[in-house]
């Protein structure tokens, strides 16, 4: 006996025709029917690697010609958008704010040189995202709970730290970049979504990703708007003159969180968030209790 076709209720339509490019990057992020993408808000397909904007344009024509039928995924909660509702996301041009930070999980890549020109710097943003959306895709789909992939951040640092202010000398940049991740995953669902990337299509810098908690305590930290190369007079007076005049020190590497995307934002509109890890400044000739020298 002929099987009975699947109902109209429980078949799962196609991504539509979005290109090769546009398409890879839906699948890697975990995106393979229509379906999948409804509520996703196109600000959020916009910022994957590959997705342009006539792929949204095509890509909301068939979300409206089709509206997607209820699915049977637990219910979700609303969606959260850490952009707008972590405090440490919140700062403003020329305030330059300190507050302490709670320990929090990224999807790291390690590298080095100049991220205009290095290899290494696009092939691990090309590796991050992937498993950033794996993840995202899953907490949706098993735990009901769904987000906005965070922004990417940077941890920045050089031998001489004027690299980054008076000499620009990108060359001499060392940098780890990063994709937050919410305290609710867990590290089996970390290698869980490396594991669907790898067997797909596998980025070239997959291995260098790694899940890791970072501490930075107290942190100063204000908002760049404009090119990124203008920022050396904002971190000057950061480095030089706000955190020595507030009694503290330079501890950690130098932090940046990119607020906007340079494919879709004109340079001058480019929202940067500037922070630097710090602790209290030793007092000057401190001196050691009586019978502790040598201990």
């Known amino acids: ?72 995924t637990p219910a979700v909660r609303a969606k959260v958008d850490f952009k707008r509702t972590f405090d440490p996301y919140r700062a403003r041009a020329g305030e330059f704010r300190t507050l302490d930070l709670p320990p929090l999980q990224y999807l790291m890549v390690d590298g080095h040189g100049d991220p205009n020109t290095a290899p290494a710097y696009a092939e691990a943003l090309a590796a991050l995202y992937p498993v950033a959306y794996k993840i995202k895709f899953a907490s949706k789909q098993e735990l009901g709970r769904d987000y ?43 290698d869980g979504a490396v594991a669907r990337v790898a067997a797909a299509d596998p980025p070239a810098a997959l291995a260098r990703v790694r899940l890791e908690t970072l501490e930075e305590g107290t942190v100063v930290q204000t908002l760049h708007v404009g090119p990124y190369d203008d920022e050396a007079e904002v971190l000057a007076r950061l480095h030089h003159e706000v955190i020595p005049a507030a009694g503290l020190r330079m501890t950690g590497r130098h932090h940046e969180i990119y607020l906007g995307d340079p494919r879709r934002v004109a340079p001058e509109r480019l929202r940067t968030i500037l922070r630097q890890p710090v602790a209290p400044v030793e007092p000057a000739g401190t001196v050691e209790p009586a019978g502790t020298a040598g201990a």
């Open 1 to 72: 006996m002929a099987a009975h076709p699947p109902s109209p209720s429980t078949t799962p339509r196609s991504l539509p025709r979005v290109g090769a490019p546009a398409t890879r990057a839906l699948e890697a992020a975990g995106y393979r029917t229509l379906d999948d993408l409804a509520g996703v808000p196109s600000t959020e397909l916009a910022a994957l690697h590959g997705v342009g904007p006539t792929a949204v344009r095509i890509i909301e024509a068939a979300l409206a010609e089709h509206a997607p039928e209820p699915t049977t």
């Open 148 to 190: 906005v992939v965070p922004p990417l951040e940077a941890l920045w640092w050089a031998d001489d730290m004027d690299a980054f202010t008076t000499a620009r000398d990108k060359s001499a940049w060392s940098w780890t970049v990063m994709l937050m991740v919410p305290d609710w995953i867990t590290r089996d669902r970390y």
